[in-house]
């Protein structure tokens, strides 16, 4: 995914005022923006309706980023990311989140679904949850 892009989208993402949505509309969004790039990346298996696949994808994505961005036997997020306690969903906070992210994709092997928007949602939905709020609950429950 290049930077640019990103940084597009989410200029894009701020003006819709998609900062401010509750986070069961931006998590509805990213399921969307899963289904959206995997179908056009031919990833879905043809036996596995597209929405059931990428409710699984998605829960498989938010699971990698909490073991990533949290430590479990803590349930606090890992010192490494401490920093981004303090900014909030702000555009700063949004691009620090979607790099963990992406980072994350890739290494689960669907680098082809790590573009703009559905790492962007991700990231919203995971800051608008709360970072705090996030690790401590088992990754499993998101």
């Known amino acids: 995914m290049d930077e640019k892009d990103l940084q597009k989208t989410l200029d894009q993402y701020e003006k819709l005022g998609r900062f401010e949505e509750a986070p069961i509309i931006v998590d509805a969004r990213l399921h969307a923006a899963v289904e959206t790039a995997a179908a056009s990346a031919s990833l ?3 036996d596995l309706g597209l ?3 990428a409710a699984d994808t998605v ?3 938010k699971t990698a980023v909490h ?3 949290c430590d479990a036997s803590s349930g606090k997020v890992k010192d490494k990311y401490l920093q ?3 900014k909030g969903t702000s555009k700063e906070a949004i691009s620090s989140v979607s790099s963990v992210i992406t ?4 290494g ?3 680098a082809p679904l790590a573009v703009s928007t559905v790492v962007l949602y991700l990231a919203i939905w995971i800051l608008k949850m709360g970072l705090n709020k996030w690790g401590t609950v088992p990754a499993e429950k998101h």
Do not use: F, S
């Open 59 to 61: 829960k498989k994505i």
């Open 67 to 69: 073991d990533e961005i």
């Open 84 to 86: 981004l306690l303090d």
């Open 44 to 46: 879905h298996p043809a």
């Open 108 to 110: 689960i092997h669907l």
């Open 51 to 53: 929405g059931d696949w």
């Open 103 to 106: 980072t994350v994709m890739v």
